[in-house]
């Protein structure tokens, strides 16, 4: 989902598409989602035409934080380690 948007939005970028227009298409396809994928999708940077002025969103590619109180749980399996 992320990646049809990133492409949307860089085609649009380089035809000179408005900015509300962008973020109208965006609205109406996260509208078309389960709420909570819409919310855990949602895009938090900042899109320009040139990188330099662009803001990258790197929570998706943030490792999941553990809720507190969990224990700490080392699982391992070896098999023909002979």
């Known amino acids: 989902m992320r990646l049809t ?7 649009m970028a380089m035809t000179g598409c408005s900015n509300e227009k962008m973020a109208e298409i965006a609205a109406s396809t996260q509208a078309n989602l389960p709420t909570s ?5 949602a895009f938090e940077g900042v899109i320009k035409t040139d990188i330099r002025d662009s803001t990258p969103d790197w929570k998706p590619f943030s490792s999941k934080k553990a809720t507190e109180g969990s224990p700490n749980i080392l699982a391992s399996s070896a098999e023909s380690v002979g």
């Not at 948007?5 to 085609?11: N, P, T, Y």
């Not at 994928?37 to 999708?41: F, L």
């Open 5 to 11: 948007l990133l492409i949307a939005s860089l085609a």
């Open 37 to 41: 994928q819409a919310q855990e999708d």
